[in-house]
């Protein structure tokens, strides 16, 4: 069952949905279409704000960030799922297991932080307009980009090394997709307290603190719109901030459920509440990351005028 003579754990098997073969299929299409259109979506937001001069602000440096971070994280973990959907039962190594879960857990911890800023630079841009390219200069974006990666890769190594340290020794059965961390921590055979403590300190750093972030951001920003006299003011100043604030809600909502209250090891959750689970993680992982460029073509002018202007062009490449 992987293991040695010493009792070391050498893999872990993935249930997926294995206990329900005649929707395998179903949500392997499902998935693959939804992971073909992350790739394209992202992929053509990230292009349009390199190649166009006029997107090279702020907003779309964190855009562009945003679009790499989503591609990043479902290619870290969505290739497994697929291979679990045509796998009985799949079997990961315990490395390559920890692998993927550090990565997924570094993109996904990356990405809170990372929305947090981009509020920060849709408060300036709306609360102090003309000191906007003075404030939210090269050396102030970047840095604070560069913070957001640099706060969720610390916190997966923290994560990922605690969960390494744990002594599995009871199953190697995962009732998931993936090797996400909680239903790791699920199987171990030890005190999982400084997990769950470690757990609590990460979500207050990456999910806590920047969501406070983000809603005295838009406190401030609802604040100021409402002092603008007239209507179309009013209109165009929420314009430049309403994709950000779908894709927050839309990305919080969901991680909240998800991670806001560590488990501790119990043998009272049934399997059926486990399969709902990893179905919630699934639609965490690919819906949001797949509605995050449809969000911002479809709310944000500029970025819908640049798509049609570099689509059109490379239709008119290929017609020559």
């Known amino acids: 069952m992987g293991r040695t003579n010493d009792s070391v754990l050498r ?3 993935l249930t997926g949905l294995s206990a329900h073969p005649e929707l395998q299929t179903v949500f392997f299409v499902l998935v693959l279409c939804m992971y073909l259109m992350i ?4 992929g053509v937001l990230i292009s349009v704000i390199i190649c166009y001069s006029h997107l090279h602000t702020p907003m779309y440096f964190f855009l562009c960030n945003l679009s790499f971070l989503d591609i990043c994280y479902t290619s870290s973990s969505v290739p497994l799922i697929l291979d679990s959907f045509l ?7 315990f490395s390559g297991c920890m692998v993927q879960m550090f990565l997924s857990f570094a993109m996904g911890a990356t990405e809170c932080v990372l929305l947090g800023m981009m509020a920060l630079d849709r ?4 609360c102090y307009p003309l000191r906007y390219s003075v404030i939210m200069r090269q050396g102030a974006y970047i840095p604070m980009a560069a913070g957001s990666w640099a706060a969720g890769i610390v916190d997966s190594v923290v994560q990922t090394s605690l969960a390494m340290q744990l002594p599995f020794c009871a199953d190697n059965v995962i009732n998931h997709f993936v090797c996400e961390i909680l239903a790791i921590l699920k199987l171990a055979c030890a005190d999982i307290s400084i997990n769950v403590i470690s757990m609590a300190g990460s979500n207050l750093i990456v999910l806590v603190i920047p969501l406070l972030v983000i809603s005295i951001s838009y406190i401030f920003i609802v604040a100021t719109i409402l002092r603008i006299p007239s209507t179309e003011g009013k209109r165009k100043a929420f314009s430049t901030c309403s994709a950000h604030l779908t894709v927050v ?3 919080f909502v969901t991680i909240f459920f998800m991670y806001a209250k560590p488990k501790s090891k119990s043998s009272t959750g049934t399997d059926n509440q486990d399969i709902i689970e990893a179905l919630i993680s699934l639609l965490y992982g690919v819906m949001t990351p797949m509605l ?3 969000i911002y073509s479809l709310r944000n002018k500029d970025v819908k005028i640049a798509v049609r202007n570099l689509l059109g ?3 008119f490449s290929d017609g020559i």
């Not at 790739?39 to 992202?42: A, E, I, Q, W, Y």
């Not at 796998?87 to 190594?93: E, M, Q």
């Open 11 to 13: 893999e872990f098997v």
């Open 39 to 42: 790739l394209l979506g992202n």
């Open 87 to 93: 796998t009985v039962r799949k079997r990961v190594s």
């Open 123 to 126: 408060y300036v841009a709306i």
């Open 249 to 251: 809600i839309v990305f």
């Open 292 to 294: 995050n460029p449809l």
């Open 313 to 315: 062009r490379k239709n």
